[in-house]
C-alpha cells in the first residue's frame, strides 16, 4: 500500500446510518434514495445490512443501513468499522435510548467521525431541546450550536426537511477526511453481508475498496474463493466493473464468506483455490487445537 500511495485518488465516502430501533434510518435512507423499503420490511424492523448509492450535487455517497433492534449488535459493530463517517439518528420524541449509546460507542471505538441526525421533527411531541440535552448528559456530545463540535441537524425523514443540510454536511465532513483508494487494479473489497439465495447460491454484498472488481475476476475471501459470475448494483443492475466505494452483490463464491472478511482477486483459479485451502487448513488447525487439549482433560 505505501507504494502505491503516490497513486492514490479520492473515492466517495461510506457512510453508516445508526440508532435506535424505529428512529427512521432506513425511512431517511427511502426518502434520500426515493424508495420506500421501509413499507416492506418484516414487521417494520430492519434485519440485514442495506448498502445504497446515491448522487448528490455531483457527488457519490454509499450508505449502509443497519438494524436499530437490541439483537443485532454484531451488524452494528460491523457497520461502524466499514465506514468513513457515521450518522447518529436520535427520533425527537424519543430520545437518547439504550441502541443510541451502544451505535455511540461502536462509532467511537471506530474512530469515525459523528454527525448526529435529530430526526421526526414533524411530529407534535418532537422535543429538539430536549433531545439535545440528551446528547449532553448521555453521550458527551454537545451540539455545534451549543458551542460544542458536534454537526447536529434537526430533520424529518418523512418530509425532508433538513435532508439538503444533512447531505452537505457529509460531503464536507467527507472533504476533510481526505478519503482516499487506489483507483485501478486488481480490487480489495470487504464484505458487508453474505448468504445463500435458494436460486443463485452463495452471495456476498461487498464494497469495493480499492481497484476495479470485474466481472470474471479470480478472488479469495478468507476460506471461501470463486470467479465473479454476476455483479448487481442496488438497484438491481448487472454491472460489469464496479469501482471504489460501489457496493455490488457478488455471484460466484464457492461457498458462503464471513462477513466482514476482505475479497482479494488474484491472478488465477488455481492461486484463488490454493490459497483459500491453505487459509481453511489453518482455520481447521486453530479449532482442532482447544479440542485436543479438552480431550486430554
Ligand atoms: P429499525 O431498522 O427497525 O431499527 O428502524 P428504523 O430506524 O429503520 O426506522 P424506520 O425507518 O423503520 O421507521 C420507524 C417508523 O417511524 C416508521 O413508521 C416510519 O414511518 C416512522 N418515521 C420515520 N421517520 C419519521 C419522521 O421523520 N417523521 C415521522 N412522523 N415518522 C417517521
Ligand atoms: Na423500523
Ligand atoms: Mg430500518
Known amino acids: 500500500?505505501?507504494?502505491?500511495?503516490?497513486?492514490?485518488?479520492?473515492?466517495?465516502?461510506?457512510?453508516?446510518?445508526?440508532?435506535?430501533?424505529?428512529?427512521?434510518?432506513?425511512?431517511?435512507?427511502?426518502?434520500?434514495?426515493?424508495?420506500?423499503?421501509?413499507?416492506?420490511?418484516?414487521?417494520?424492523?430492519?434485519?440485514?445490512?442495506?448498502?445504497?448509492?446515491?448522487?448528490?450535487?455531483?457527488?457519490?455517497?454509499?450508505?449502509?443501513?443497519?438494524?436499530?433492534?437490541e439483537a443485532f449488535t454484531e451488524m452494528r459493530a460491523r457497520g461502524a468499522q466499514v465506514t468513513d463517517i457515521v450518522v447518529l439518528i436520535i427520533a425527537a420524541d424519543d430520545g437518547v435510548m439504550p441502541q443510541t449509546i451502544e451505535a455511540y460507542n461502536h462509532a467511537k471505538s471506530a474512530n469515525v467521525p459523528i454527525i448526529v441526525a435529530i430526526n421526526k421533527i414533524d411530529k407534535p411531541n418532537a422535543n429538539i431541546?430536549?433531545?439535545?440535552?440528551?446528547?449532553?448528559?448521555?453521550?458527551?456530545?454537545?451540539?455545534?450550536?451549543?458551542?460544542?463540535?458536534?454537526?447536529?441537524?434537526?430533520?424529518?425523514?418523512?418530509?425532508?426537511?433538513g435532508i439538503d443540510e444533512l447531505l452537505e454536511m457529509i460531503i464536507l465532513v467527507a472533504e476533510m477526511q481526505e478519503i482516499r483508494c487506489i483507483p485501478e487494479g486488481k480490487a480489495r473489497a470487504v464484505i458487508i453481508e453474505s448468504r445463500v439465495d435458494k436460486a443463485m447460491g452463495p452471495l456476498g454484498t461487498v464494497i469495493v475498496k480499492d481497484g476495479i472488481l470485474k466481472v470474471g475476476d479470480d478472488f479469495i475471501s478468507g476460506s471461501t474463493y470463486g470467479r465473479v459470475r454476476r455483479m448487481i448494483n442496488d438497484r438491481g443492475e448487472s454491472l460489469k466493473r464496479a469501482v471504489p466505494s460501489t457496493p455490488v452483490q457478488v455471484l460466484g463464491f464457492n461457498d458462503v464468506p464471513n462477513t466482514h472478511s476482505i475479497m482479494y482477486v488474484v491472478d488465477s483459479k488455481e492461486e484463488a483455490r490454493a490459497l483459500a485451502e491453505k487459509i481453511k487448513e489453518k482455520e481447521e488447525e486453530k479449532s482442532k487445537g482447544p479440542a485436543k487439549r479438552h480431550m486430554r482433560l
Open 1 to 69: 500500500y505505501e507504494k502505491e500511495k503516490d497513486k492514490l485518488a479520492p473515492r466517495p465516502p461510506v457512510v453508516t446510518i445508526m440508532g435506535h430501533v424505529d428512529h427512521g434510518k432506513t425511512t431517511l435512507l427511502d426518502k434520500i434514495r426515493n424508495t420506500h423499503v421501509a413499507d416492506k420490511e418484516e414487521g417494520g424492523i430492519t434485519q440485514s445490512i442495506g448498502a445504497y448509492q446515491i448522487e448528490y450535487n455531483d457527488q457519490k455517497i454509499t450508505f449502509i443501513d443497519t438494524p436499530g433492534h
Open 129 to 161: 431541546e430536549l433531545t439535545k440535552q440528551q446528547m449532553v448528559s448521555k453521550l458527551n456530545l454537545i451540539p455545534e450550536d451549543w458551542g460544542g463540535n458536534t454537526i447536529t441537524i434537526p430533520i424529518s425523514a418523512k418530509t425532508g426537511k
